[in-house]
């Protein structure tokens, strides 16, 4: 588990915005497929799998941007308490 939190921590801040974004439209589409004609099972099941994903976005995306986050503020912190601003 730690891998995975490692890997998506190193990836960059537009990576992250892009991922965040994406659990929108699975948001939308588990519950807009209520509408389809299909079995009760088949909603339930897909209901099951885009909200999943949806989730899966939406945590993946946090956690890619909140480290992101961290790296730009710890940047910005350094360079007001340069030696060279004073």
């Known amino acids: 588990m730690n891998k995975i ?3 998506l921590q190193s990836l960059s801040f537009r990576t992250g915005a892009i ?7 699975f ?4 519950f ?4 389809l004609p299909i079995s009760t099972g088949a ?6 799998i885009l909200f999943g994903l949806a989730k899966t976005c939406q945590y993946g995306g946090l956690t890619i941007l909140g ?3 961290f790296k730009r503020l710890k940047r910005q ?9 004073k």
């Open 5 to 7: 939190k490692q890997w």
């Open 67 to 69: 480290v992101e986050g």
């Open 43 to 48: 909603k339930g099941a897909l209901w099951f």
């Open 19 to 25: 991922v965040l974004a994406m659990c929108i439209p």
């Open 77 to 85: 912190f350094k360079a007001t308490n340069s030696p060279n601003n």
């Open 32 to 35: 807009a497929q209520m509408l």
């Open 27 to 30: 948001y939308i589409l588990s």
